[in-house]
C-alpha cells in the first residue's frame, strides 16, 4: 500500500470537498438528521458521495465507512478501510459560521495510517501518515511544513478544545463532570462543534489539547494520529469513551486533573467509542 499516493489523493478530495461546501453555502438545502438536533444538507451527501466514487475507484478492495450513508465499498472485512466526514460542522455551516471542514482517515484493520483534515473556509490542510510525521500546507501551491505541537503553558493560560458525539446528552453526568472540572482548571474550554478545525488548531500549536469523549470514530481518529505525528502524547480511559490528545505536559496535567486516563503508545483504534 502506497501510504504517500493515499494520502495525496484524500488531500485532493477533502480539497474538492471544501470548495465544493463553500461554493453552495448560500444554497444548502437543509434538512433534520436523525431523531436528534443533528443536520444534513444536500452538501454533505454530494460531498461523500464524490469522495466515496473517487476512492472506489482508486481502492476498489478497501472498506468505506461515511458519516452520511455509512458502510459502503469492499465491506468490513477489508484490509484498508476509509472514514469519511464530507462535511465536519454541519450545524455552523447551517449558521453562517466558517468553522466547517472534512475529515478522511485510512485505516489498515483498526489502526489509522493515514489523515487529513482540512479548515475549508481557509483552504488549511493538515494531514499525517503513520512514523512520517505530521504536515500543513495551504492550497496546492503551497509547500508543506511538518507540524509540531510545540512547548505547553500551564494549565490556567492554556485553551484547550472539548469535543462530544451527538448522542451524548445534556443529562450525560460523566459528561458534566469532565466539562465542569475542566471549566475550573484551564484558561479556556473552545467549543467549535467541528473537530475538523479543533484538530487543525492543536496539530498548528494553538491548542493545549483535546478531550473528545464519545465521539464518532471519523471525527476522532484521524486527528489523533495527526497530534500524535506532531508530537503529541495520546491517552484514553479503559472504556475507550474519552480520549485526551494535546502537547506532552498539557496531557500529563490533565490526566492529573480528570483522573481517568491511562497512557497508550499509538492512535486510538478505529472501532473504539
Not at 508530537?231 to 496535567?253: A, M, S
Amino acid at each position: 500500500m502506497d501510504l504517500r499516493s493515499a494520502a495525496e489523493l484524500a488531500i485532493a478530495l477533502a480539497r474538492q470537498a471544501g470548495d465544493f461546501a463553500v461554493a453552495e453555502h448560500d444554497s444548502a438545502q437543509v434538512e433534520a438528521k436523525g431523531a436528534g438536533s443533528d443536520l444534513v444538507t444536500h452538501v454533505d451527501r454530494e460531498a461523500e458521495r464524490r469522495i466515496v466514487a473517487a476512492l472506489r475507484e482508486h481502492y476498489p478492495e478497501h472498506a468505506i465507512l461515511g458519516e452520511e450513508e455509512g458502510e459502503q465499498g469492499a465491506g468490513s472485512g477489508a484490509r484498508y478501510g476509509w472514514l469519511i466526514d464530507p462535511l465536519d460542522g454541519t450545524n455552523n455551516y447551517v449558521l453562517g459560521l466558517d468553522v466547517f471542514g472534512v475529515c478522511i482517515t485510512l485505516c489498515e484493520g483498526e489502526e489509522p495510517v493515514m489523515a487529513v483534515v482540512h479548515d475549508s473556509p481557509r483552504r488549511r490542510t493538515c494531514w499525517a501518515i503513520a512514523g512520517q510525521g505530521a504536515w500543513l500546507s495551504h492550497g496546492e501551491a503551497d509547500e508543506p511544513r511538518r507540524l509540531d505541537l510545540g512547548a505547553a503553558d500551564p494549565l490556567d493560560r492554556t485553551t484547550i478544545a472539548f469535543t462530544q458525539g451527538y448522542d451524548t446528552g445534556h443529562d450525560d453526568a460523566r459528561r458534566n463532570v469532565l466539562f465542569a472540572v475542566l471549566e475550573r482548571g484551564t484558561k479556556r474550554v473552545l467549543r467549535s462543534w467541528a473537530p475538523s478545525s479543533d484538530w487543525g488548531l492543536l496539530a498548528t500549536g494553538h491548542l493545549g489539547a483535546m478531550v473528545a469523549y464519545r465521539n464518532e470514530i471519523w471525527d476522532r481518529v484521524g486527528g489523533t494520529l495527526i497530534a500524535v505525528e506532531a508530537g503529541g502524547e495520546l491517552r484514553t480511559d479503559p472504556t475507550g469513551e474519552l480520549i485526551v490528545v494535546g502537547k506532552p505536559q498539557t496531557v500529563r496535567e490533565l490526566d492529573a486533573l480528570l483522573g481517568v486516563t491511562v497512557p497508550r503508545t499509538e492512535p486510538a483504534r478505529a472501532g473504539s467509542r
